[in-house]
């Protein structure tokens, strides 16, 4: 958490010295809210599952930009044994993340952003394990045993993301994709997802 804190106020830091040294251009908005699914890895049987995510913009200049984002992954946990399938409880997670991201283009509609932060991801899942099973010739299955593990607690560690946007300056809405690699504690994850904004 220590980590968290001296790494978020670092990234502030960095923020404020670029404004105050960069002012922002009048006609660029400062501020956008943006909207996005991602999907990412997760670890087996399940493979693969959506998040949402909600993130908030700080653009400092056209090149300097702070994001706080906070996302909500929700998705069923499965075991097949020949012809039957076992279904658990729902795998959910919640997860926090900040970013600094450097625009490497210098278009006023288009971005190509990169950059990384903290995060943290907070899981309570109820997982299911290895399953003990007798066939019989017929192909169905006679009995079943299956070990459930609750796992239930938090991750810390820090991700990296491309990000692609574009903006209609018309109406101010962006369109966008990312990629991230996340690298926690407990886990690490890759994540493509899909993002709608507005800027104001």
Avoid at 36 to 48: I, K
Avoid at 99 to 127: C, M, Q, T
Avoid at 139 to 162: D, F, T
Wanted: neutral net charge.
């Amino acid at each position: 958490m220590k980590l968290i804190v001296l790494t978020s106020l670092f990234l502030w830091g960095i923020c404020f010295s670029i404004q105050a040294q960069t002012p922002v251009v009048s006609s660029f908005p400062k501020n956008s809210i943006r909207l996005g699914v991602d999907h990412l890895s997760l670890d087996a049987p399940d493979g693969t599952a959506r998040r949402v995510m909600l993130r908030y913009n700080r653009h400092f200049t056209q090149r300097w930009t702070l994001e706080g984002g906070i996302g909500y992954l929700s998705a069923p946990h499965t075991l097949q044994a020949s012809d039957l399938v076992l279904e658990g409880t729902r795998r959910e997670r919640v997860m926090m993340e900040a970013s600094i991201f450097f625009d490497v283009l210098k278009h006023p509609n288009h971005a190509f952003r990169l950059g990384g932060g903290p995060a943290f991801w907070y899981r309570d899942e109820e997982l299911l394990g290895r399953a003990q099973y007798r066939v019989l010739d017929t192909g169905h299955i006679l009995y079943y045993l299956a070990e459930v593990n609750h796992v239930k607690g938090h991750s810390l560690g820090y991700q990296l993301a491309a990000d692609y946007e574009y903006r209609i300056p018309e109406v101010n809405v962006s369109l966008g994709a990312r990629f991230t690699f996340a690298n926690l504690d407990t886990a690490i994850s890759s994540m493509l997802g899909l993002t709608a904004g507005y800027h104001f």
